[in-house]
């Protein structure tokens, strides 16, 4: 009797869950439903200008999104190299006080507000930069990828060690009495062995960076841009969100309702990169 | 060879035609003692221990965990292209004494050697301080107490160690890799598989292959640690099978729980008790007719 209460007790809050993501999903749909009544699908699409408050609106989201790809894929240029390659030393060459002392460290800087990162890329890495790049404007994408980057390497490497710490020992002493040296133990087996959980933390890290909002607001400047190119200012889908949320639109006008349209694009995005990466860990997942 | 259904009593039927083998394959030695060899534990002699060619000496050899000292001033000749086997019971040694011979214990801080384990002919000290564990393992194989293939394919874990050696030559690399697979006797079962998972071997097709994936690199002496303690008895039988056949190719060590399989594999034997070489013999000796009490109590079953 009392394992049936038990039983429904966690039945419930994994429900909670559940019809959380369930709900979320479905005002996004209504919302932006509302949305789609006066702004066609093909113009959503293609059309290159994302312009929801000005007199000559243009409902284009392609701007938001190269935005958002492109702070994304400067963080992830960032943050893969530098999580893995501290994964690996923390998981097969540290000592173990060493390890026992990096690791917490590491994740308290998971623990800094976004908002704080988000001045360090304004005030202290667009400088630098313009130090080497005389003519980046003030606000660009490429300090707030590099900051997001930063931000997300202890998401990644705590993860990614993790997955490599879990390879059994006896997998590693198979190499090393092959001959092997530590760090082709650590290329040749570990990795591979725990290939699934280094793509979970790097889905995990896309998903902190597609998702990073602060940073971009604050760093990256507010103006929708269609390109590519990280020096140049521009929006992300989640910086558009947060400043159409402080305005004084109307409910249930077609700005307002704009944002769900955009936050309905987000959600592809990540869960097209959970997608991916599912494929991806079970093409080249080498089990143990 | 019919060695693995055969009694310890009958295991040395074959042992005077192999003696003279032996001796013809280095006929200088054979020239100093006109009897036939046999090692005692008293290796001061060093007579004696050429007429076996021995491949690697250990002499003296002490070993720390820390404070702990878990081998006591062991000295053994290991024979060339014999099976030498470590007995005893749980704790007492003959693993850890195993793992010196390929360094494993480098893998942990806090270890530490003494004495030394002399690998002939070029006279390395296996165990000094000096020398790099890596060009220690480079030389010497090991097949561990559970199947650990690695989880990339069959062709993979036996080119392995190849890799590592640097060879990227494909043809060369299959040529040696069904070579080392034939060495193991799994060529026949893992041919028309090469490219499949390892994992999806049986438990003692996994051992064999691992045995393959060590043979390939052509060690000079093979570590066995329990090799068949996770199989069944027909991949046992086949296990031993195999280690008959190798060693005319390799020096075999192997450490076993299981004093049937010592009594057959085996050439030599050393029998250990906690952390000190109880006694040194030819194994039909140490199974017929050990000469300390403690083996004899041991081997019929009394402790252990």
Same mark, same amino acid.
């Given at each position: 009797?009392?394992?049936?209460?038990?039983?429904?007790?966690?039945?419930?809050?994994?429900?909670?869950?559940? *019809?959380?993501?369930?709900?979320?999903?479905?005002?996004?749909?209504?919302?932006?439903?509302?949305?789609?009544?006066?702004?066609?699908?093909?113009?959503?699409?293609?059309?290159?200008?994302?312009?929801?408050?000005?007199?000559?609106?243009?409902?284009?989201?392609?701007?938001?999104?190269?935005?958002?790809?492109?702070?994304?894929?400067?963080?992830?240029?960032?943050?893969?190299?530098?999580?893995?390659?501290?994964?690996?030393?923390?998981?097969?060459?540290?000592?173990?006080?060493?390890?026992?002392?990096?690791?917490?460290?590491?994740?308290?800087?998971?623990?800094?507000?976004?908002?704080?990162?988000?001045?360090?890329?304004?005030?202290?890495?667009?400088?630098?930069?313009?130090?080497?790049?005389?003519?980046?404007?003030?606000?660009?994408?490429?300090?707030?990828?590099?900051?997001?980057?930063?931000?997300?390497?202890?998401?990644?490497?705590?993860?990614?060690?993790?997955?490599?710490?879990?390879?059994?020992?006896?997998?590693?002493?198979?190499?090393?009495?092959?001959?092997?040296?530590?760090?082709?133990?650590?290329?040749?087996?570990?990795?591979?062995?725990?290939?699934?959980?280094?793509?979970?933390? *790097?889905?995990?890290?896309?998903?902190?960076?597609?998702?990073?909002?602060?940073?971009?607001?604050?760093?990256?400047?507010?103006?929708?841009?269609?390109?590519?190119?990280?020096?140049?200012?521009?929006?992300?889908?989640?910086?558009?969100?947060?400043?159409?949320?402080?305005?004084?639109?109307?409910?249930?006008?077609?700005?307002?309702?704009?944002?769900?349209?955009?936050?309905?694009?987000?959600?592809?995005?990540?869960?097209?990169?959970?997608?991916?990466?599912?494929?991806?860990?079970?093409? *080249?997942?080498?089990?143990? | 060879?019919?060695?693995?259904?055969? %009694?310890?009593?009958?295991?040395?039927?074959?042992?005077?035609?192999?003696?003279?083998?032996?001796? &013809?394959?280095?006929?200088?030695? %054979?020239?100093?003692?006109?009897?036939?060899?046999?090692?005692?534990?008293?290796?001061?002699?060093?007579?004696?221990?050429?007429?076996?060619?021995?491949?690697?000496?250990?002499?003296?050899?002490? /070993?720390?965990?820390?404070?702990?000292?878990?081998?006591?001033?062991?000295?053994?000749?290991?024979?060339?292209?014999?099976?030498?086997?470590?007995? !005893?019971?749980? !704790?007492?040694?003959?693993?850890?004494?195993?793992?010196?011979?390929?360094?494993?214990?480098?893998?942990?801080?806090?270890?530490?050697?003494?004495?030394?384990?002399?690998?002939?002919?070029?006279?390395?000290?296996?165990?000094?301080?000096?020398?790099?564990?890596?060009?220690?393992?480079?030389?010497?194989?090991?097949?561990?107490?559970?199947?650990?293939?690695?989880? &990339?394919?069959?062709?993979?874990?036996?080119?392995?160690?190849?890799?590592?050696?640097?060879?990227?030559?494909?043809?060369?690399?299959?040529?040696?890799?069904?070579? %080392?697979?034939?060495?193991?006797?799994?060529?026949?079962?893992?041919?028309?598989?090469?490219?499949?998972?390892?994992? %999806?071997?049986?438990?003692?097709?996994?051992?064999?292959?691992?045995?393959?994936?060590?043979?390939?690199?052509?060690?000079?002496?093979?570590?066995?640690?329990?090799?068949?303690?996770?199989?069944?008895?027909?991949?046992?039988?086949?296990?031993?099978?195999?280690?008959?056949?190798?060693?005319?190719?390799?020096?075999?060590?192997?450490?076993?729980?299981?004093?049937?399989?010592?009594?057959?594999?085996?050439?030599?034997?050393? /029998?250990?008790?906690?952390?000190?070489?109880?006694?040194?013999?030819?194994?039909?000796?140490?199974?017929?007719?050990?000469? &300390?009490?403690?083996?004899?109590?041991?081997?019929?079953?009394?402790?252990?």
């Amino acid at each position: 009797m009392r394992d049936r209460v038990v039983e429904i007790l966690l039945l419930a809050s994994g429900l909670v869950a559940v *019809f959380t993501t369930l709900a979320i999903v479905g005002v996004l749909l209504f919302e932006s439903g509302g949305f789609f009544e006066h702004v066609t699908l093909k113009e959503f699409f293609t059309d290159t200008m994302w312009t929801p408050l000005f007199a000559d609106a243009h409902y284009g989201i392609m701007p938001l999104v190269a935005g958002t790809l492109t702070t994304t894929v400067v963080a992830l240029v960032v943050a893969v190299p530098l999580g893995t390659t501290i994964a690996i030393y923390l998981s097969e060459f540290a000592p173990h006080n060493v390890r026992e002392t990096v690791k917490p460290i590491l994740e308290l800087l998971g623990a800094v507000p976004t908002v704080v990162y988000g001045y360090f890329a304004l005030t202290m890495v667009t400088p630098l930069l313009q130090y080497f790049m005389p003519e980046l404007p003030g606000f660009n994408m490429l300090s707030a990828g590099l900051v997001i980057g930063l931000m997300i390497v202890p998401y990644i490497s705590s993860v990614s060690e993790d997955a490599m710490r879990a390879v059994p020992r006896y997998m590693r002493e198979g190499s090393y009495a092959m001959g092997a040296t530590r760090l082709q133990t650590a290329l040749r087996v570990v990795v591979p062995g725990a290939f699934s959980g280094l793509a979970a933390a *790097f889905i995990l890290g896309i998903s902190r960076a597609v998702g990073e909002t602060m940073v971009v607001a604050i760093a990256a400047g507010m103006q929708p841009n269609l390109t590519f190119d990280p020096r140049e200012p521009a929006a992300t889908i989640t910086a558009y969100i947060v400043q159409v949320s402080l305005g004084d639109l109307a409910h249930g006008s077609i700005g307002y309702q704009s944002i769900f349209a955009a936050g309905l694009v987000l959600m592809a995005i990540t869960l097209m990169f959970n997608v991916i990466g599912f494929g991806l860990t079970r093409k *080249f997942r080498e089990a143990y | 060879m019919q060695r693995t259904t055969e %009694a310890p009593s009958a295991v040395r039927a074959t042992r005077p035609a192999e003696e003279t083998a032996l001796s &013809k394959e280095s006929p200088a030695n %054979a020239k100093s003692t006109s009897g036939a060899p046999r090692i005692s534990i008293a290796v001061d002699d060093t007579r004696q221990v050429r007429t076996l060619n021995v491949k690697a000496a250990v002499d003296n050899v002490n /070993f720390y965990y820390g404070e702990h000292r878990a081998l006591k001033n062991l000295t053994i000749p290991i024979a060339d292209r014999q099976v030498t086997a470590l007995i !005893g019971p749980s !704790g007492c040694g003959k693993s850890t004494f195993l793992r010196c011979f390929n360094r494993m214990h480098d893998l942990q801080p806090g270890t530490r050697y003494e004495g030394s384990i002399t690998l002939h002919p070029d006279n390395l000290n296996l165990i000094g301080p000096g020398v790099d564990p890596i060009e220690v393992r480079m030389r010497i194989g090991m097949v561990f107490q559970k199947p650990n293939p690695f989880p &990339k394919s069959i062709f993979e874990n036996v080119a392995y160690g190849l890799r590592l050696r640097g060879l990227r030559n494909r043809a060369t690399l299959a040529e040696e890799v069904e070579k %080392a697979l034939r060495g193991a006797a799994l060529w026949d079962e893992a041919k028309d598989r090469l490219q499949d998972s390892a994992l %999806a071997l049986s438990g003692g097709q996994m051992q064999r292959l691992c045995i393959a994936r060590a043979l390939a690199t052509k060690p000079e002496i093979l570590l066995f640690d329990e090799p068949t303690s996770a199989l069944d008895p027909i991949a046992t039988a086949k296990i031993e099978e195999l280690i008959s056949t190798l060693r005319d190719q390799v020096t075999v060590l192997i450490v076993t729980h299981n004093m049937q399989q010592a009594a057959r594999v085996s050439d030599y034997t050393a /029998f250990m008790y906690i952390g000190e070489l109880i006694e040194f013999d030819e194994a039909a000796k140490i199974f017929t007719n050990p000469s &300390k009490k403690a083996t004899e109590d041991y081997i019929t079953g009394r402790y252990g």
